[in-house]
Nanobody, 114 residues
């Protein structure tokens, strides 16, 4: 069992920055990878960025060069979001992948608007 608690997020103007954090507890030693997903109104949940503990990161094309994912031995997961745009508005979710199960954080709204 893994528990994920998110923090950060909120309202920001276009071009601004936010940093999302996710604290993991429980059986973190069996985590295979962690990721950030997002879901905009009326759209399916999509993968934003993923990472492994040895630094193998993958980013969605539309966030390359703007978002940076990082982890501290799977105890914490971070997402630094720079140059945010209105199309980045969504609920963002922290995710941990176990061999048999995906765990999810509670989700936090990020709104980019002037």
């Amino acid at each position: 069992q893994v528990s994920l608690v998110e923090s950060g997020g909120g309202l920001v103007q276009p071009g601004g920055s936010l940093r999302r954090s996710c604290a993991a507890s429980g059986n973190i030693f069996s985590i295979l990878s962690m990721a950030w997903y997002r879901q905009a109104p009326g759209k399916q949940r999509e993968l934003v960025a993923s990472t492994t503990n040895d630094g193998d990161t993958r980013d969605k094309d539309s966030v390359k060069g703007r978002f940076t994912i990082s982890t501290d031995n799977y105890r914490f997961l971070f997402l630094q979001m720079n140059n945010l745009q209105p199309e980045d508005t969504a609920v963002y979710y922290c995710n941990a992948r176990h061999p048999l199960h995906h765990y999810w954080g509670q989700g936090t709204q990020v709104t980019v608007s002037s």
